[in-house]
């Protein structure tokens, strides 16, 4: 028993002094929140997926815009049609010409052509309607960035809720280590006086190991909660943060909506998704009308690299009709249909598991309110039951097993106590959350 007691000691001792050499920062949860904002990879992660999808919106700007290219080409040849062409190109076509001789049996010609080219749709339906898509699908994007933002907050929330519970674990150990070593104290002098078994004191003892053990555990929580805080803000593990607010009951500072708001970040999110759906549908519709598009080109031409002294151009219209693509845009379109219809369905399932989830926090709430009271009034009960066999202890009129029991009892009431208030302040964060337009 003495060498576990020892152990126990010693492996306290040990984690004490890693404890002491690690760097102790103090920490407010605006302050968490500020650094996650500016550091947190999920946000990253969102801004990259935002633009994105901004991008595949410009890119749709080419339903309005032109396509333009350049080119500069050298050929020689003496393919006799090519080479007639490349004189006339040139503006060097002359009588001798026409020579059947010289038609027929032409020399080496070069020829070197810059072309400037452009295509300017001008009636496109199907391009316009996957232009509205895109947009939509990128206010959709610009919403869930938003509601990760929420989410994220939320988790924030917690992780430092959760370290202000892990350091309040610690300090009800250590007032129970300090009362329980004081009971053993008062053990040691009553068998010494004659008025205590050693199988007593020896109950006293285990429950002594026990505590200690019990705020091992808790300052384990402690850096465990910590390094998860350092992982939100992105900073090393080695730091050891202790929260400068203390735990204590949020009091619910507005009156509470029964019912999940449909602008709520997420939600809209859905319905945009929906919309682009829709824009899909027709844009699929769309592609069985023709297309008018309007086309260009300039022309140099010259016999010598990058000179052109003969120049025309070229311009015209083309309206293209595809009739028939084996009922490959028949299928398209009720694709786009079924996704749409599917869109629709998942909206309507997300809302209504959105308010299953609202309702079942609100109920969660007024239960963990309640418990609170009781929790409350558990802890000043066994406060005051301790005191009394304590005291009676001394005297000689308590049992040891008794008082080990009302010690015991008292640390857990208070464990609990602070492990309600956390889940109510959860509670109404994850209602806030729910509810945040």
Not at 79 to 86: D, K, Q
Not at 98 to 125: A, G, H, K, W
Not at 401 to 407: F, P, Q, V
Not at 416 to 434: G, K, S
């Amino acid at each position: 028993m003495k060498l576990r007691l020892k152990l126990l000691t010693l492996s306290l001792f040990s984690l004490t002094l890693q404890l002491r050499a690690q760097n102790i920062v103090p920490i407010s949860q605006d302050e968490v929140m500020e650094v996650v904002q500016r550091n947190s990879a999920t946000l990253k992660i969102a801004e990259q997926k935002f633009l994105q999808a901004r991008a595949d919106y410009r890119q749709s700007n080419a339903v309005f815009l032109p396509n333009i290219s350049a080119s500069h080409t050298g050929i020689a040849t003496t393919n006799p049609l090519a080479a007639f062409g490349v004189k006339l190109n040139q503006q060097i076509v002359t009588q001798r010409d026409f020579n059947p001789d010289f038609l027929n049996n032409p020399s080496q010609i070069e020829n070197y052509t810059t072309r400037v080219e452009f295509q300017q749709p001008l009636v496109n339906m199907d391009g316009l309607y996957q232009r509205k898509a895109a947009s939509a699908t990128m206010q959709a994007v610009s919403y869930q960035k938003e509601r990760t933002a929420h989410a994220l907050a939320l988790e924030v929330r917690k992780a430092y809720m959760q370290l202000q519970l892990a350091y309040k674990g610690v300090d009800v150990m250590e007032k129970t280590l300090k009362t329980v070593l004081e009971n053993k104290r008062i053990s040691e002098d009553r068998l010494a006086e004659g008025y205590l078994q050693p199988a007593d004191l020896l109950n006293v003892e285990v429950r002594v190991a026990e505590v200690r053990n019990q705020l091992q555990s808790a300052k384990s929580q402690v850096q465990n909660a910590s390094n998860f805080l350092s992982y939100l803000i992105g900073t090393s593990q080695e730091v050891l943060y202790r929260p400068s607010d203390s735990l204590y009951v949020i009091e619910i500072v507005s009156e509470i909506d029964p019912r999940v708001p449909e602008n709520r970040p997420d939600l809209k999110a859905q319905s945009l998704a929906t919309n682009a759906r829709e824009s899909m549908v027709k844009a699929s519709k769309m592609e069985f009308l023709p297309e008018l598009n309007a086309f260009g080109s300039y022309e140099l031409h010259d016999d010598a690299a990058f000179q052109g002294a003969a120049g025309g151009y070229l311009v015209g219209a083309q309206l293209s009709w595809n009739l028939f693509q084996g009922s490959k845009r028949l299928g398209k379109v009720q694709k786009a249909q079924a996704e749409l219809q599917q869109s629709k369905l998942e909206y309507d399932d997300y809302l209504a598991k959105s308010q299953l989830e609202l309702n079942q926090a609100q109920r969660y709430l007024m239960d963990t309110k309640q418990k609170l009271e009781l929790a409350e009034l558990a802890v000043g009960h066994s406060a005051e039951l301790l005191r009394i066999r304590t005291n009676r202890y001394k005297e000689g009129l308590e049992k040891t097993a008794d008082l080990l029991l009302a010690e015991t009892q008292l640390a857990q009431k208070q464990l609990e106590l602070y492990q309600t208030i956390y889940e109510y302040n959860y509670a109404q964060a994850v209602i806030e959350f729910l509810t945040k337009k």
